[in-house]
């Protein structure tokens, strides 16, 4: 694809990187430094932003692996600053299939952090205690492992938030066509991203969670592009 690079083969799936995924290693290592961080603390953040988007190259070739157990072929996996897409051949795709395949994606996120979660009962303790998203991103004093068993959590759970594009959306939507036509469950999704954005609005609003309006932002823009995409 045009605009991408770093090109990985995982059992023929070519995974490429868009271009825009270097801004973020830049805005992280300037944001760092701007917040007077010691070099090894910068590093260790960048580190971890690799490690997070690893996980979401798994994730999203937990889509891809999950795909071909029905001989559904995967052209590519393209990751973004705000997340990855795996390509996959949607014609062959029947309700139950596509449920299961956009469940696998979360369903591998889930996996990775119960092995962690492992390793981390024999090795050191767990830091069971709430944390904000920014926080992850942030030097908070928790291991690296314990931080990223949290983003893969978090991905999980994102991920099943029943609205397009995300992996709950797609599975509502496969649900929802066994009882509704094509057009009534897009309508329907599509109210379902609004009311899930103005969600993020208003927690945004009330706790002062910045990182929420990008949230409300990205699922009003998906929904909106969706349906201007029908008409």
């Not at 928790?142 to 709950?168: E, H, K």
């Amino acid at each position: 694809m045009k605009g991408s690079f770093g090109v990985i083969r995982v059992k023929g799936i070519p995974v490429r990187f868009h271009w825009t995924f270097a801004f973020l290693l830049v805005y992280v290592l300037a944001a760092g430094w701007y917040e007077g961080l010691q070099s090894s603390t910068i590093l260790l953040n960048t580190a971890f932003l690799i490690a997070a988007f690893f996980c979401i190259v798994l994730h999203e070739l937990g889509h891809a692996f999950a795909a071909s157990l029905f001989n559904i072929r995967t052209s590519e996996v393209l990751i973004l600053p705000v997340g990855g897409i795996a390509y996959i051949e949607k014609g062959k795709l029947s309700g139950g299939r596509e449920f299961f395949i956009a469940f696998c994606g979360p369903l591998t996120n889930l996996l990775v952090a119960g092995a962690i979660w492992i390793i981390l009962q024999r090795f050191e303790p767990i830091d069971t205690t709430y944390i904000t998203l920014r926080e992850h991103l942030s030097n908070i004093g928790i291991s690296f492992s314990t931080r990223l068993m949290w983003i893969n959590l978090f991905i999980f759970a994102f991920n099943l938030i029943p609205v397009l594009p995300l992996d709950g959306g797609v599975m509502v939507g496969a649900l929802l066509k066994r009882f509704f036509s094509e057009l009534t469950t897009e309508r329907i999704q599509f109210l379902m991203s609004i009311l899930f954005s103005a969600g993020f609005l208003v927690y945004s609003y009330l706790f002062h969670a910045v990182e929420y309006l990008f949230f409300a932002w990205f699922l009003y823009f998906t929904a909106r592009l969706r349906i201007q995409t029908r008409t």
